[in-house]
């Protein structure tokens, strides 16, 4: 079990332990939810949405005629910066 205390601001410091198992560093956001349970859950922002991203795109590429890494490239790129490529 890990503790952490709450200062006058409402800063938390996460345990060493709890870092390293989120793979959190300095500067990376954290996010907090509620599951199903009611319980509040602490995660690493950034791998949640790749998470997210990754859930989203399954499967496009191959209902894309599978394309190239460059296809994807310059799609990403297109979107990216708003512009033909």
Same mark, same amino acid.
């Given at each position: 079990m890990n503790l952490a205390k709450i200062t006058a601001?409402? &800063?938390?410091?996460?345990?060493a332990e709890i870092r390293r198992i989120l793979g959190l560093k300095t500067g990376d956001k954290i996010l907090f939810f509620q599951n199903e349970n009611g319980e509040i859950v602490i995660g690493n922002a950034s791998v949640n949405a790749i998470r997210k991203? &990754?859930?989203a795109f399954e499967g496009v590429a191959e209902g894309l005629g599978n394309p190239s890494e460059e296809d994807i490239q310059c799609w990403v790129d297109e979107v990216r910066y708003k512009?033909?490529?």
């Open positions: 601001a409402g &800063q938390v410091t996460v345990p991203a &990754q859930i512009r033909d490529v």
